[in-house]
């Protein structure tokens, strides 16, 4: 019988697989070429802005410098105002904000100014408070700022001649007066040259949780523009008030379980998480800040007096004064009491109205007025300024 043959089976041997190669993808030769074009147009157009600002300067440096009165060419609120309202409307369709433009703008008149003169500008900081930023939009980082310790302070520097201008808060939608400001200018013979008027948006900032936050400082007209939210989101909080919002963001940031109710420019110069934004009350909150000097504004159409006015003490003798200016057609927008020092009885009145102490119906009604008040100090007249945000 035949042997049968064994078989043997073949196991076979997998193959090892080679590793995935990697999908490169290559750029297209006119991607790259559409990103050259771009970089090179960019470079083109850096070019043409600076060739631009630096012209836009040096022609505003001649531009004051050709003026027959110079020294009113530097400090111009009815110029700035036009330039304003013209650059806006230019930027109608964006995406740079108004703001931004603005701010280019402010840069090339301020560094245009120094070169001339540098301006000083007393203001109550420290840096980056609202006055400071009301005095920025106002004269530009090109002015030498001096920041001082209170309004008074303010005052005194422009009345010494230590600085040409001071900046400060005058009245606030949400507020109203403010009294130190009007305090010093029944102290001082210092004139209103022009007003700032800023949309004041506050914020909660600190350097820990909102949980952790047990203390919350700043100054009372900010605390005051907060008050309902404070006391609705905040209970747990005791609030401090200090001579500035500045110098309560100075806290928050060295002092744990510390807060501050300052602007969003506050939080980036000293380091500060912004914990919620926008927590004023009145979403319309504007603050107006006078700048004071002894500059003399001509008219501009659209301009507003201050006068400061001591009445008789007597019966209906505030209507009286009053009618004077609706016999004139004069169209009031402030008017605020302050008593008067010492034993005498009787109070001050701040007014405020429209229109230019050059104009004639408005000379004919300080006319009328010194006739029948104790005592009248014409303020200033000035352009008013809009609304900045």
Request: proline residues 5%; charged residues 25%; aromatic residues 6%.
């Amino acid at each position: 019988m035949a042997k049968k043959k064994a078989v043997t089976k073949r196991t076979s041997v997998p193959t090892p697989k080679s590793p995935a190669k990697k999908t490169v993808v290559k750029k297209s030769s006119s991607s790259k070429h559409s990103l050259g074009s771009l970089q090179s147009e960019l470079k083109k157009i850096d070019r043409e802005i600076v060739k631009l600002v630096n012209k836009r300067c040096a022609m505003t440096v001649k531009q004051i410098k050709s003026d027959p009165e110079p020294r009113k060419a530097m400090f111009d609120p009815k110029s700035d105002e036009e330039l304003r309202e013209t650059i806006e409307k230019l930027n109608a369709s964006g995406p740079l904000t108004n703001n931004a433009i603005r701010g280019i703008f402010r840069q090339i008149l301020s560094s245009a100014r120094r070169q001339i003169h540098p301006q000083r500008v007393a203001y109550l900081g420290p840096a980056y408070s609202y006055t400071h930023l009301a005095a920025l939009e106002r004269f530009g980082e090109g002015a030498d700022m001096v920041p001082v310790n209170t309004i008074g302070a303010v005052f005194e520097e422009v009345n010494r001649g230590n600085t040409e201008f001071g900046v400060v808060p005058i009245e606030n939608s949400t507020d109203g007066r403010v009294v130190d400001t009007l305090d010093m200018f029944t102290r001082l013979p210092l004139r209103i040259c022009g007003e700032v008027l800023i949309a004041v948006h506050h914020n909660l900032l600190a350097r820990c949780e909102r949980s952790q936050i047990t203390e919350i400082y700043s100054k009372p007209q900010a605390l005051s523009q907060c008050r309902e939210w404070l006391s609705r989101n905040m209970p747990q909080a005791h609030l401090h008030e200090v001579t500035s919002t500045s110098t309560a963001a100075q806290l928050a940031a060295t002092k744990p379980g510390a807060a501050a109710v300052a602007s969003h420019q506050a939080s980036v110069e000293y380091d500060l998480q912004i914990i919620v934004e926008g927590i004023e009350d009145n979403a319309n909150n504007v603050t107006r800040f006078a700048v004071i000097g002894e500059e003399v504004c001509d008219p501009t159409g659209s301009d507003r007096t201050a006068i400061l006015v001591q009445i008789a003490h007597t019966a209906g003798s505030l209507a009286d004064t009053l009618q004077i200016f609706k016999k004139n057609k004069v169209n009031l927008t402030w008017i605020e009491s302050f008593p008067l020092r010492g034993e005498e009885p009787g109070y001050l009145f701040f007014i405020d109205f429209e229109g230019h102490i050059q104009e004639p119906h408005i000379k004919r009604t300080i006319s009328e007025l010194e006739k029948r008040v104790v005592r009248l100090e014409a303020m200033g007249s000035y352009p008013r300024s809009g609304v900045l945000e």
